[in-house]
C-alpha cells in the first residue's frame, strides 16, 4: 500500500462547478496535510494545509480532514479554467521532518 | 517576496560527470530538501538537512551527495551522472515542524538530461 494514494485523473469539471480532489494516507500517526497546485511545467505552491479534523477554507478552496478513516479532500469552488492544473497531497511521516507527496490529481475545468 | 532559487532551468550533462545542483534560500529557513520528480512516481526525497552541515537521508539517496556549509545554500551533487537520473530536480525550504508547519517553499527546478 503506498503511503499517499491520489487518483491520477484527468478529473474534468465545467466552469463554476466544484471540484473534488481525495487523498488517502496510510499511517494513523500522521499529524499534518497540505496540498499543493502544479502548474505543467512549474513547480508546487502551497495552497491549503489542515490539521485538524474537520474542515478549512480559505477563498473558493475547502480542505477536509477526516483521521479516523485517514483521509484528506480538497473541495475547489466555483472552478476556473485556471484551477487547471496537477494537485499534490503531502502528509508528514510520524517522527520525521519528512514529507511524502501523492502522485498527483490532474484537474481539468472546461470553458 | 521571499524565494528559493537554483541556480539552472535547464541541465545537460555526459554520463560520467560530476554534477552540481545550488539551491540558495533567503527565509532563514532551518530545513532544505532535494526531491526528484519523474511522471508516474511523483516527488521523492534525495536528501533533506535540518541545519548547517547536517544532513539526512532520504528516500532515494543512492548516487547523490549533498552539502550544506550555509544556512541558506543546500548542494545536491551527482557524484557520477548516469542516466537513470534524468529528471527534474526540486529543492524546497521549510521552517522546524514545531507544531505549526507551514509547509515547503519550492524552487522553480532543474531540469536534468543526461546523455
Known amino acids: 500500500q503506498k503511503e499517499v494514494e491520489q487518483n491520477s485523473g484527468p478529473l474534468s469539471v465545467p466552469e463554476g462547478a466544484i471540484a473534488s480532489l481525495n487523498c488517502t494516507y496510510s499511517?494513523?500517526?500522521?499529524?499534518?496535510f497540505f496540498w499543493y497546485r502544479q502548474y505543467s511545467g512549474k513547480s508546487p505552491e502551497l495552497i491549503m494545509f489542515i490539521y485538524s479534523n474537520g474542515d478549512k477554507e480559505d477563498g473558493r478552496f475547502t480542505a477536509q480532514l477526516n483521521k479516523a478513516s485517514q483521509y484528506v479532500s480538497l473541495l475547489i469552488r466555483d472552478s476556473q479554467p485556471s484551477d487547471s492544473a496537477t494537485y499534490l497531497c503531502?502528509?508528514?511521516?510520524?517522527?520525521?521532518?519528512?514529507?511524502?507527496f501523492g502522485t498527483g490529481t490532474r484537474l481539468k475545468v472546461l470553458a | 517576496d521571499v524565494k528559493v532559487t537554483q541556480s539552472s532551468r535547464y541541465l545537460v550533462k555526459r554520463t560520467g560527470e560530476k554534477v552540481f545542483l545550488e539551491c540558495v534560500q533567503d527565509?532563514?529557513?532551518?530545513?532544505m530538501f532535494w526531491y526528484r520528480q519523474d511522471p508516474g512516481l511523483g516527488l521523492r526525497l534525495i536528501y533533506f538537512?535540518?541545519?548547517?552541515?547536517?544532513?539526512e537521508k532520504g528516500d532515494i539517496p543512492e548516487g547523490y551527495s549533498v552539502s550544506r556549509e550555509k544556512k541558506e545554500r543546500f548542494s545536491l551533487i551527482l557524484e557520477s551522472a548516469s542516466t537513470n537520473q534524468t529528471s527534474m530536480y526540486l529543492c524546497?525550504?521549510?521552517?522546524?515542524?514545531?507544531?505549526?508547519?507551514?509547509?515547503?517553499?519550492f524552487g522553480s527546478g532543474t531540469r536534468l538530461t543526461v546523455v
Open positions: 499511517d494513523r500517526g500522521s499529524q499534518s
Open positions: 538537512s535540518y541545519d548547517v552541515k547536517m544532513k
Open positions: 524546497a525550504s521549510s521552517l522546524p515542524d514545531r507544531g505549526s508547519n507551514y509547509g515547503y517553499t
Open positions: 503531502a502528509v508528514n511521516r510520524p517522527g520525521t521532518y519528512k514529507y511524502i
Open positions: 527565509m532563514d529557513h532551518e530545513n
